[in-house]
């Protein structure tokens, strides 16, 4: 009887242990997704150029890397979350990887791409300094004027061993050319897994 005793304690003791963890954990995710990690890395900001991808000569930088800060071809060989046309009305298109027709490229890239979330900005470019939780529309071709902003959430390779894996970033349109279909922009990236900050520097939470 006292052995039973003693192993009805241990075990309640252990389960409540357990509950206070699990209760613990469940708070600090709650207030911050990042559950628990630190941010190593400081929130870059790029500003440079692309072509449209329709009418441009294909070896031209279409699309671009947040994962390497670059500009790059619409191509299997190369990794890009994000490639960019001209509309109609004198807009720009932001396409989302998996929504580029592979009558362009090679069939497949497509779906091996990363998911790309993204919603309007309701400020200004400089007024979004920390990229909102939830809200964003994945995968779809978002169509916006010189001055709009988008704020990205993007789940890709590079937080595959992470515990979270989402990374945010912003972007604007300054300035489209016409006649050479070159579409000037800025990006702001936090390139923190989890981590929401667009601020300069390393992240807090």
Known sequence: MITNSLSIRMIRSSLARFVALAAALAGT?????TLGLRASLSVV???TSVYALTNSPINYPSAFSFASGIPVRVDPSMGFEVAFDLAANGKVQLIPARRISTTRIVSGVASSSPQVGM???KGTFESMTKAPTGGYTRDSTFVVAPGEAVVLELSGDACTYSLV???YAKLVVDSINTSRRQIYFRAVRD??????????GVPKS
Do not use: K
């Open 45 to 47: 900001f790029d500003s």
């Open 191 to 200: 390139p923190n897994c989890g981590f929401r900050s667009l601020q300069p």
């Open 119 to 121: 919603q309007l900005v």
């Open 165 to 167: 894996s989402q990374q």
């Open 29 to 33: 995710t709650a207030c911050n997704d």
